[in-house]
């Protein structure tokens, strides 16, 4: 089993930045990609950016340009860094981690909320 613990969402104003981070626990070594998902309001949860542990990434043609994912397998960490935020950034964000098996799974979700 693997735990995920989110941290370092909050309220922002349109054009600020947040930087959220994820720390992992458990069963570590069996963790290939990590990243974030999130879920707006009334909206489905979508895949915001993803990084494999040989470092490539993806990312949602929403953020790109915006928000930067990156890892630490040293400190088992993943970060979002998110600039430039949007009124249409505010979500639920969560945590996301996948094994070599193919198993997901998920923080408890932090809150991003974008407003002036």
């Known amino acids: 089993q693997v735990q995920l613990v989110e941290s370092g969402g909050g309220l922002v104003q349109p054009g600020g930045s947040l930087r959220l981070s994820c720390a992992a626990s458990g069963s570590i070594f069996s963790i290939n990609a990590m990243g974030w998902y999130r879920q707006g309001p009334g909206k489905e949860r979508e895949s915001v950016a993803v990084i494999t542990r040989g470092g490539l990434t993806n990312y949602a043609d929403s953020v790109k340009g915006r928000f930067s994912v990156s890892r630490d397998d040293a400190k088992n960490t993943v970060t979002l860094q998110m600039n430039s935020l949007k009124p249409e950034d505010t979500a639920v964000y969560y945590c996301?981690?996948?094994?070599?098996?193919?198993?997901?799974?998920w923080g408890q979700g932090t809150q991003v909320a974008v407003s002036s």
């Open positions: 996301y981690a996948k094994s070599t098996s193919g198993k997901a799974y």
